[in-house]
C-alpha cells in the first residue's frame, strides 16, 4: 500500500497505531445491513421557536457529562450546577464556558439560557477517541479531546464553547437551514457570539480584541494562529498538511463547493468580515452596539430558514434602523460594512 | 485498486484527504479490503450530503480500479455525513485513516 504525503510530526502517530483487525467487520455489516431506515431520515428537523425572551435568569443551569473516549451521549454526569471543581480541565473549561456563554446572553441581551426560558445546559466532554470536533447536536455541546497533533482539546477554546451554544441559539431563534448561504450564516452568527463571548468574559474593547475563533487549538506542531480570523478571513493559517485557510472575505471570492454542506465553514468569512467592520466602525464593547444589531437580527423572526447573505444584510439594516434610528451611527456603520464585503443591499 | 476518504466540515472546517493504493499483486490484502467494501451500503449513500446537525464532518469515500471480477463496475463512490458512519463504513474509514498514516 502506499499513502500520501504526510509532514514529520505525524510519523510519531506510527508508534501508536492498532493494527486494524478485520474481526468485527462481519459482525458491523450485519448490523448495517439489517438497518431498514432510509438514510436522510435523521435529518434534523427544524426546531420549534422558543417564546420570546423573558427575564434573564440569574444564573445558569449546568450538567457537564463524561463519554469516557466513546463516542456515545450524553456520557456519565460529572460535576453539575454549583459543584465543586473536578479537577479534570475539560471539565472544569466546559462549566465555566457555558457561565461565560451565559452571562454574555443575558447581560447584553437579557436573554435567559439560549431558548430565552432558562434551559438547562448541558455539554459532553472527552467525547470519542483522538476526535477533532466539537459540534452542538441540537440538545446538547460535544467536546473532543483532539489528536494532540493538530489539534488540542476544544475546551480550550472560549470561543469554540460560545459558538458551539450560540448554535442553540440560533436553533431557537431563526433555525437557518445548515446549507450553503443560509448555512455560512448559521456558522457566523456562531462565530460572532463566540468572539463576544470571549470578549465579554475578558472585558475587551472591539479595538483589543483579536478577533480570532479557536485559537487555543493548534499545536505548536501547526503553522497558524486560530481556525478562523474575522477580521481577516484567509490568514488564519497556512501549514503544511492542513493547507492556506480558505475562507473569503468578500463576495467576489465565494466559494462554490459541495463539501462541507456547501462550504459552511467557508463563505462565513464575509459576514464575519462584515460583523467586524461594524464593530471596529462603532469602537467600544462589541457586543453593545453591533452585537444588539446582530442580536435583534436573528430573534426579529423576519429571517427565512433558507436566508442569503443578501436577506441576511438586509435584515441587519432594518435591526440597526429600528433600535438606534434611520440617521444614526450604527446604521451608518452597518451599510458601509455590507458595502465593503460586496453584499449588495 | 484506490480508496480515498475526503473529510469536510467539522468546527474547523478543514478538508482533510486520506488515501490507500492496494497492492493488486497481493490476493491477500486485496480480499481484506473487498470484504469491507462489499460490507458497505454503497446504493443508499450516492449523493447524501450533511445531516444538518451543526459542525459535523462529511465524509466522500470512492474506490477506483476495482478488480473487474468482484464488482459490475470499477468505481464506487459515496457521500455520507458523520451520523451515518458506522458499522462497515466506520471499518473502512478508519482503515483508511489508519493505514494511510501507517504507509507514510
Known sequence: ?345 | MNITVVRSGGFAGIRRTWRVVVNDESSAAVDEWLHIVDACPWSDAVDLDGDGVPDRFVFVVTVEALPLESASTSQLHATLPESRVVGPWRQLIDRVQASDRADT
Open chain 1, 1 to 345: 500500500m502506499r499513502c500520501t504525503i504526510v509532514p514529520p510530526y505525524l510519523l510519531s502517530r506510527l508508534a501508536r497505531l492498532d493494527e486494524a483487525g478485520l474481526g468485527g467487520v462481519a459482525a458491523a455489516a450485519h448490523q448495517t445491513l439489517m438497518q431498514t431506515e432510509p438514510l436522510r431520515e435523521t435529518r434534523q428537523a427544524v426546531a420549534p421557536r422558543a417564546a420570546p425572551p423573558s427575564t434573564a435568569s440569574p444564573r445558569p443551569e449546568r450538567t457537564i457529562s463524561d463519554a469516557g473516549g466513546r463516542e456515545v451521549l450524553p456520557g456519565s454526569v460529572v460535576r453539575r450546577e454549583g459543584g465543586p471543581e473536578s479537577g479534570d480541565a475539560a471539565v472544569d473549561e466546559a462549566y465555566d464556558g457555558l457561565g461565560a456563554t451565559h452571562a454574555l446572553f443575558a447581560d447584553a441581551f437579557e436573554r435567559s439560557s439560549i431558548d430565552g426560558r432558562g434551559l438547562g445546559l448541558d455539554a459532553t466532554v472527552h467525547y470519542g477517541s483522538r476526535y477533532d470536533n466539537a459540534f452542538w447536536d441540537g440538545e446538547r455541546m460535544v467536546f473532543g479531546d483532539g489528536d494532540g497533533e493538530v489539534f488540542r482539546r476544544f475546551t480550550l477554546s472560549l470561543s469554540v464553547i460560545g459558538h458551539e451554544l450560540s448554535h442553540g441559539v440560533t436553533q431557537y431563534s431563526s433555525a437557518l437551514e445548515y446549507q450553503g448561504q443560509s448555512g455560512a450564516l448559521n456558522e457566523s452568527v456562531s462565530d460572532v457570539f463566540g468572539a463576544l463571548v470571549e470578549q465579554h468574559s475578558r472585558g475587551q474593547a472591539a479595538s483589543e480584541a483579536s478577533w480570532l475563533i479557536g485559537e487555543e487549538l493548534f499545536t505548536d506542531m501547526v503553522e497558524g494562529a486560530a481556525l478562523r480570523s474575522m477580521k481577516a478571513p484567509g490568514t488564519a493559517y497556512n501549514d503544511d498538511i492542513l493547507g492556506v485557510d480558505p475562507q473569503p472575505a468578500h463576495m467576489r471570492d465565494f466559494v462554490d463547493t459541495r463539501d462541507d454542506n456547501g462550504g459552511v465553514h467557508i463563505n462565513s468569512g464575509i459576514p464575519n468580515r462584515a460583523f467586524f467592520l461594524v464593530a471596529d466602525a462603532l469602537g467600544g464593547y462589541a457586543w453593545q452596539r453591533a452585537g444588539r444589531i446582530w442580536y435583534d437580527t436573528i430573534t426579529a423572526g423576519g429571517l427565512e430558514p433558507r436566508a442569503t447573505f443578501v436577506q441576511f444584510a438586509r435584515a441587519t439594516v432594518e435591526a440597526a434602523r429600528a433600535r438606534f434610528g434611520a440617521t444614526s451611527a450604527e446604521l451608518d456603520a452597518v451599510q458601509r460594512a455590507w458595502a465593503s464585503v460586496g453584499v449588495e443591499l
